[in-house]
């Protein structure tokens, strides 16, 4: 059989919330906090191990030589094309992509690297070597579908258990078929999860979950890129070099107010579809579960106020949207206190927000401006909100507590305490408002129809028809938003992207 294609694929089969638990929120951030505390083991809960970048001047010669290390060895291996011939910008990429692999494979290019010395820790192939498979030291643990019913014990433990006995949740994939190149999921690990700054090593766990989550909702392979460097300059240069390697490219986990920097300099100068996650796809989510919440509790976009409990990339882009809906009470804060204009701790991107939001300018806390909200949005850190917070807000409180793992209050506690309606990140409870929901089929239709731009009018549209999918007879406080694993939802996103 001759192989022309590879495809990035999961080793474990979503299929229920369970499932998704596991492999993705909350139960993936054991193996992020494991990593952290020891990178080492991050050969142990991810495919790293198995894993070889192929680095070539040309997309179509690394792709043949990804193959026959896939074919003949077993090998995880994927291919990258470098537009520079430059040393330095090898060096660059080369030293940074270090999180994500195991080894890196440089023999179709020795005469330009031949000379030059990297800064990694995993082995470098810069010419011909008698037994591969030593050399790169791989191992593979690939399974075609990882049985759940293995597992025992709690969710964190059973994500632990996966990881380390199935080598991570994806694997590459041989095809008889040419493939579209992958969507690359590119991390500086600066803002994982809830997990704050954890490096790109420990963010991988987080990334293979979301290549699962792109290929299973939405078929479309993407391939994880976890950074060592921090620095958005080189963030921007390493996925410039590297563009001709994907259909697109999805920021994920960066800091703000860096993560703008990036996303605004890439959508400038990159030739594919660049789309922060963090940002946008919560942004739709959030706004189509907020579109049904309002109905349910008898409110109005335009007449409620709402209150953010965080100020960073994700906080800022569902306040944008938001304000697209028509609000217009919105106060935001953060570790420091209510955002407002001209406040010493602002950022460029506070600033900004700040021309649209907390007219009055309130300086108080999070506790004193809660009072009398009609709406809470969290997307900052655990257990910042208590039973007196919700209890001060307006009659059928809104709270959607969305830091993950750990909410800023969890569901079931904002709801004994008097939320109308309680939602969270998670998918062990009620109401899960992830960017699962979104990024798989966005990412389908941008490709599909080969959008270059994703505009406010799109993520509208996109929230509007999320929303939609609930229908009236089934609204209910404890069902606002479709389930992840709902098959219509990819397919819903994807036709909207072109509306």
């Not at 040309?58 to 077993?74: D, H, M, P, Q, V």
């Not at 996650?277 to 709402?306: M, R, S």
């Not at 021309?355 to 257990?383: C, H, M, Q, R």
């Not at 990140?425 to 080969?450: A, C, E, H, M, T």
């Amino acid at each position: 059989m001759k192989y022309n294609g590879i495809k990035i694929v999961s080793k474990v089969e979503v299929k229920d919330k369970d499932a998704l638990a596991i492999v993705y929120t909350p139960g993936v951030a054991a193996s992020c906090l494991k990593i952290k505390d020891n990178p080492e083991a991050s050969y142990d809960y991810t495919n790293r191990e198995n894993s070889v970048a192929v680095i070539s001047f040309n997309y179509e010669k690394s792709l043949e030589r990804a193959i026959f290390l896939k074919s003949t060895l077993g090998i995880d291996a994927y291919p990258f094309e470098i537009s520079s011939q430059d040393e330095d910008k090898i060096k660059l990429v080369v030293d940074n992509i270090e999180p994500s692999f195991g080894a890196v494979d440089l023999s179709l290019i020795e005469e330009n690297v031949k000379n030059i010395n990297f800064d990694v820790k995993i082995p470098v192939l810069k010419g011909t070597v008698e037994n591969l498979k030593e050399f790169f030291l791989c191992v593979s643990k690939n399974l075609f579908m990882f049985n759940f019913n293995m597992l025992e014990g709690s969710i964190n433990e059973k994500s632990l258990q996966l990881r380390r006995m199935a080598g991570g949740v994806i694997e590459v994939q041989l095809t008889e078929e040419k493939q579209p190149k992958p969507v690359g999921i590119v991390s500086d690990g600066s803002a994982v999860l809830g997990l704050g700054d954890i490096g790109g090593s420990a963010g991988l766990p987080v990334m293979e979950g979301k290549a699962v989550l792109f290929q299973q909702l939405g078929d479309v392979s993407a391939l994880p890129l976890c950074l060592k460097t921090q620095n958005p300059d080189e963030i921007i240069e390493i996925v410039l070099l590297l563009q001709n390697s994907f259909s697109g490219i999805n920021l994920e986990d960066i800091k703000a107010p860096r993560c703008f920097e990036v996303e605004n300099k890439l959508i400038e100068t990159a030739d594919i579809p660049i789309f922060h996650d963090d940002q946008h796809g919560t942004a739709v989510v959030v706004v189509a579960a907020l579109l049904n919440a309002l109905h349910l509790a008898g409110k109005k976009t335009e007449n409620v106020k709402i209150v953010f409990s965080g100020a960073g990339a994700a906080a800022i882009a569902v306040c944008k949207l938001i304000l697209a809906m028509g609000a217009n009470n919105i106060i935001m804060f953060d570790k420091d206190g209510a955002i407002y204009k001209g406040r010493i701790q602002n950022n460029f991107a506070h600033d900004e927000i700040s021309d649209y939001t907390n007219k009055n300018s309130f300086k108080g806390t999070l506790k004193e401006g809660i009072k009398n909200a009609d709406v809470f949005i969290g997307l900052s850190a655990p257990n910042l909100v208590d039973e007196e917070m919700i209890k001060s807000m307006a009659k059928n409180p809104i709270v959607f507590a969305l830091a993950n793992p750990t909410p800023e209050i969890m569901p079931d506690l904002a709801k004994k305490y008097g939320a109308y309606i309680s939602a969270s990140g998670r998918s062990d409870f009620p109401n899960q408002i992830n960017n699962s929901l979104v990024f798989p089929g966005l990412f389908n239709g941008i490709l599909k129809y080969n959008v270059k731009k994703i505009t406010t009018q799109i993520k509208l549209n996109c929230a509007i028809a999320l929303a939609s999918l609930v229908k009236e007879n089934e609204l209910s406080v404890d069902y606002i938003i479709p389930d992840a694993l709902d098959s219509r939802v990819s397919e819903t996103i994807s036709e909207n992207v072109i509306l």
